[in-house]
């Protein structure tokens, strides 16, 4: 399918993000509008620019303030693949979902490759966000695993054929930025000598162990059910409404089995003794919501399979993180947790690596 070009001109620079390029993007969404003062008020770099914008316009029922995000970054252009897919996830993937997120004004994308979204400032309604410095408890993990079975039980089972073309098959094929740091000795050492490999179990920081164990994992999801995931469900990419109803950001859709988002979510979302006590019981509340929506969910056991094989997907993430997307904190609070579900699972047996 031919990729639809935004009606307006996308900036690739930040200072394009005028009051005029905003009366045009945002009347897509709100015809007639016109902002008459637009001021940058705060910019948060990572893998794309986040800009808030606060705005003057000419309706009362226009946001006072709004989240431009895109590709504003050195290395942005290396990324625009990721930029795409969140742009698509928002115009086109979260609002058959029904899930909490925020509001998009505008999502698209020009011939150069450039994706933007203007999106609701969270700011404005109150909404805690979380931390992967801070683990979540189990009620709240109930909340989000929630969302989760909603998602996927919108395309439970669904063929390559039957999604959207632009939705990455990131399962089935190699992680080229990952894999390509674990084959290079020189860029893998850079990262095994980071504060996070020091404070894993060593047996972990193997780069040929750890591509073996990841091919043994996408050999094994080759035998699993595919839906189209979240994609990228850490604490750092989620949020609460006041009234502690959970939101999910940054959607990285990908085309992988449920399990991707659930392990990912769990692991990463909770204490290291918390996870031990609860995720049986947070994988079972998980597949009984699957259940109510109407999927003929897998067993316990075979979930719980899925569950402990899909662990590498997340270490390796974590454990090869950059600190331009993520500060070593966060990477080594996450890479942590990942490690030790790793041991108290004995991935590398589980995998036969």
């Keep these: 399918m031919a990729e639809v070009v935004a009606p307006v001109k996308i900036p690739h620079e930040i200072e394009d993000v005028t009051a005029e390029w905003l009366t045009d993007a945002l009347a897509t969404d709100m015809p007639g509008i016109v902002v008459d003062d637009a001021t940058i008020v705060g910019r948060i770099p990572g893998a794309s620019t986040k800009a808030r914008v606060k705005l003057r316009t000419n309706r009362n029922d226009a946001p006072v303030s709004v989240i431009v995000k895109a590709g ?26 029904g899930v909490n997120t925020p509001k998009c004004y505008f999502a698209g994308r020009d011939e150069a490759g450039h994706s933007l979204v203007i999106l609701e400032d969270l700011d404005e309604r109150g909404v ?3 931390s992967l410095q801070k683990p979540i408890g189990f009620e709240l993990a109930t909340g989000f695993l929630d969302a989760l079975a909603q998602i996927h039980a919108r395309t439970w089972n669904v063929t390559r054929d039957d999604i959207f073309d632009w939705v990455p098959d990131t399962s089935r094929r190699q992680n080229g930025h990952y894999i390509a740091i674990l084959e290079d000795p020189v860029r893998f050492d850079h990262f095994a000598q980071s504060p996070r490999c020091a404070a894993m179990p060593q047996s972990l920081v193997d780069a040929d162990r750890m591509l073996r164990v990841f091919a043994a994992m996408r050999e094994y999801h080759e035998t699993q059910t595919f839906v189209v995931n979240h994609g990228d469900m850490h604490l750092g990419n989620l949020y609460t409404d006041a009234d502690g109803t959970p939101g999910l950001l940054d959607w990285q859709p990908r ?7 659930v392990s990912y979510f769990i ?4 204490d290291l ?7 049986g019981a947070l994988l079972q509340y998980y597949l009984t919501k699957l259940a109510a929506h109407g999927v003929d969910a897998p067993s316990f056991d075979q979930a719980w399979e899925a569950y402990r094989k899909t662990i590498p997907w997340g270490l390796k993430i974590w454990m090869l993180n950059g600190t331009e997307f993520q500060t070593e904190s966060r990477n080594t609070a996450a890479a942590v947790r990942f490690a030790m579900a790793a041991v108290d699972h004995d991935m590398f047996k589980l995998l036969g690596v």
């Design 72 to 97: 504003f970054e050195p290395h942005s252009p290396n990324m625009r693949m990721m930029h795409d897919n969140e742009m698509h996830a928002y115009r086109d993937f979260a609002p058959l979902v």
């Design 128 to 130: 805690h966000f979380l």
């Design 255 to 261: 085309y992988a089995p449920w399990s991707l988002d």
């Design 267 to 270: 692991i990463a979302g909770l």
């Design 273 to 279: 003794l918390n996870r031990r006590k609860w995720e």
